[in-house]
């Protein structure tokens, strides 16, 4: 097989645990390299995953048509309610508008759009393009928003000014515009958000569940199957768990800022995390032991319920290896406890937007001879995939076809999956998709298996 | 309710640079390499793998806030290094976004800068000599994802074709159509024994068997050596109703060589493959293969034994124009009536080739509309109540909510499998399509009937 080398440029992106060899120092949270084929989207991409499931908001795309057209009801985040949120809404500019600005056709847009759907809010998305043209898309909404009496937020997610993860910032930023401009009253002591969790396939419901059993009330999930009045009003909430890929830290740390709400990291996949999940929430609350008694009974009935079911998979996956190519590196971390859980190892993890602390605490946790990669591409990919030997790749609806066409399972854990992974019956759904892929017979007619190619 | 028409709402329509990144995966040893932003390059990627469930490695410049103020220049030198370095393509195929185009960078001059360094000395990047670049001009704000096809296509003889003594060999301009359609026209061509040059052609690198290794770039595709010799053809055949010479790969061939150009709808229906296998005939001097004719007898068959489940059902037909001007077409010869023939694309020509090609379009009470998008289709269906709804899978939110038996066709069709194996063109696509039709129409009738008859 032709070696395949690592790009000049991006040797320092990439790392291999052996013995206990100097100090991991990934180059990180730095742009793409030019040419190289980065499997990273936009900041507009951050914006837009964070914002997608606000179910009873418009959201505009201000620029040309490929932006919107790409984003059109691709995730997997489903609504108990309204669903103005699978629409794809743009301005669609044309070179005139290009030429003389395109606030006036932005302003146009939304007077009609709002008076044929009638939403609670609006996210307005300015893309590359209005960043260089320079339309002040503030005054736009500002005006809107007065003359039709509903929010209408700007949301700064010029693609090129950063990668998803300043998306995520923006995102927050026009998020904080919403919260506490509603009525808190009736809000509990014992009440949290949830934050970061987009209800891919009905998660945000899994979730709430569980804490509305321990006896916590959900003022808002953001922003899975996400209601413009519950943000409005999530202030009034006493604590914000926030899930996962930390793509709402920032919108927590705000909070706490002005509000004085105090926030917790989770995590909702896997059986150690999912739990931890509940019981850090408990804790939280420690003045009423009622709330710990819950989470333990919760617990402990899940677990007994689904770890029987585990075992038949962990016959069949044990040994089997498995390479994680996700966005947030957070995410990372539960995979792999997930996968141990059933006897499997991981021999590369990897994430688009990973930061020191996320490549430090992957390496703790990995054993020897993991690869460890920042801001991957297809070719680095696919050769560690086949140099380690990998049966499973975890990755996104872009990894996909790698995989298959190397003749490896995959399961996909992104923004696009339909199967609920979260929760502990997520767990039971991601493990049953994994062995689903990894035992499949198809694998023997692949190259790698000796299969032609 | 005031309808909002100024926004794209649900658009029937993709971005320019998509097409040229699809149409340059159909030239042999090529990488396709967006000029702007990441986010461009990754969904389009991301778009195109859903459709095809193949890699689609698209490189891109990586525009970051520098890079749109102050141009683009360095980081297209260094990118292009970059992806030779890794990819060892023999040919880039460099489209431009609406980024880079806004910003104004003169890519043309760029490249002559870059290709100067090595002349200078500087060291090539793998050693080997530089890849051909092929530059497309392909800003979304001027047209659709057709229109970027059509202009990589055109960008790739302006740059390869060259002048020579005529040979017998015949240029093929297929349009966007599927793998399948490719392989199809292949083996037709091979039937009636001309030289051909199929451009693009994706049917292996985006329908291609399992890798031991990862295929930087997959195999396949209209190698370089081939197209070359584009310009000393003794004719092309295009695939387009609206297409106008200005933008045409064979329009621009014709001007500068002197190679005829042959225009002619999408072979679909036994009329216009009819049309095509005539010029085949005529071109080759040879007559249709037995086997066309065959097809074509089990086709006129076909159409007998179903003619009656369909016989006036009403259809509302989208897509690219080329498309919805050949099946409309098609609709029609087989007794339904295209009540709708709607496109996002916008040429001016939709309505004028319809017309050509079903003289009672008015009479019939056809509708015809260029530049909609989902809404706009949604709302004449409302009024319409077709049978039917044709064309790609962003047709589905509409066919569930209303009830109406799809049918799917052309790009993208991401939510069904198997987009890339289906077969439009000849009279065996036709074949494929009919049967599809009826079937539609009869599990219709099924499951609409109380008792659901087995037998017919
Ligand atoms: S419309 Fe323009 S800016 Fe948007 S994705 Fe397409 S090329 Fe990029
Ligand atoms: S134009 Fe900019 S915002 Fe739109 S997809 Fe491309 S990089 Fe993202």
Known sequence: ?453 | MKTAKTATQNACKLCNPLGACLAFRGIEKCVPFLHGSQGCATYIRRYLISHFKEPIDIASSNFNEDTAVFGGSHNLKLGLKNVTQQYRPEVIGLATTCLSETIGDDVDMILKEYVNLFENGEPLPNGEPLPVMIHASTPSYQGSHIDGFHAAMKATVAKLAEEGPKKNLLNIFPNMVSPADLRHMKEILKDFNIPFVLLPDYSETLDGGPWAEYHRIPKGGTPVSTIKETGMASGSIEFSSVLNTEKSPAGYLEKTFAVPRYQMPMPIGIKQSDAFFGLLEKLSEKPLPEKYEDERRRLVDAYADGHKYIFEKKAIVYGEEDLVVAMAAFLREIGIVPVLCASGGKSGLLKKRLQELIPDLDEAGIKVRDGVDFVDIEDEAKVLKPDLLIGNSKGYTMSRKHNIPFIRIGFPIHDRFGGQRQLHLGYRGTQELFDRIVNTVIAEKQSSSPIGYTYM
């Open chain 1, 1 to 453: 097989m032709e070696k395949i080398g690592i790009l000049e440029g991006r040797e320092k992106q990439v790392y291999e645990k052996k013995g206990d060899s100097a100090a991991i120092d990934i180059k990180c949270e730095t742009t793409s390299l030019s040419g190289s084929v980065s499997q990273r989207a936009c900041v507009f991409c951050g914006s837009r995953v964070v914002l997608y499931p606000v179910a009873d908001a418009l959201h505009v795309v201000h620029g040309p048509i490929g932006c919107a057209a790409y984003t059109w009801d691709i995730r997997g985040a489903v609504s108990s309610g309204p669903e103005l949120h699978r629409l794809s809404f743009s301005t669609d500019l044309k070179e005139m508008d290009v030429i003389y600005g395109g606030e006036k056709k932005l302003h146009q847009s939304l007077t009609e759009l709002i008076a044929q759907y009638q939403p609670k809010a609006a996210f307005i998305y300015s893309t590359c393009i209005i960043g260089l043209i320079g339309d002040d898309i503030d005054a736009v909404c500002k005006k809107v928003s007065q003359e039709t009496g509903i929010p209408v937020l700007p949301v700064h997610s010029e693609g090129f000014k950063g990668t998803k993860k300043d998306g995520y910032k923006a995102a927050c930023d026009s998020l904080m515009k919403l919260v506490g401009t509603g009525s808190t009253e009736g809000i509990g002591k014992y009440s949290i958000n949830i934050l970061g969790e987009f209800n891919l396939a009905g998660e945000a419901w899994i979730i709430k569940k569980y804490y509305e059993e321990m006896g916590i009330e959900v003022v808002a999930t953001m922003t899975g199957d996400g209601r413009v009045d519950d943000i409005r009003r999530s202030h009034g909430a006493s604590l914000n768990i926030v899930q996962c890929s930390g793509s709402m830290v920032k919108l927590a740390k705000m909070m706490e800022e002005k509000y004085g709400i105090p926030y917790l990291r989770v995590s909702y996949f896997g059986i150690e995390d999912m739990s931890m999940a509940l019981y850090d929430v408990a804790k939280h609350f420690s003045d009423n032991p009622a709330i710990l008694d819950a989470a333990k009974k919760l617990v402990n009935r899940e677990v007994s319920e689904l770890y029987p079911r585990l075992q038949h998979f962990r016959q069949a996956l044990e040994g089997k290896k498995a390479a994680i190519y996700v966005g947030g590196a957070f995410k990372a971390f539960s995979l792999i406890k997930a996968l141990n859980s059933v006897g499997m190892s991981v021999v590369l993890a990897g994430s688009q937007t990973g930061n020191k602390d996320d490549y430090e605490g992957l390496k703790e946790m990995c054993e020897e001879g993991t690869v460890i990669v920042d801001d991957s591409n297809p070719v680095e990919l696919s050769k560690f995939v086949l140099e380690k030997e990998a049966d499973l790749l975890i990755g996104g609806v872009k990894e996909r076809p790698i995989a298959y066409k190397l003749g490896i399972g995959f399961c996909d854990h992104n923004h696009e999956r339909k199967i609920p992974l979260a929760g502990f019956v997520g767990m039971y759904n991601f493990i049953l998709e994994v062995y689903n892929s990894v035992m499949s017979p198809v694998w023997q007619f692949a190259p790698r298996k000796g299969g032609l190619s």
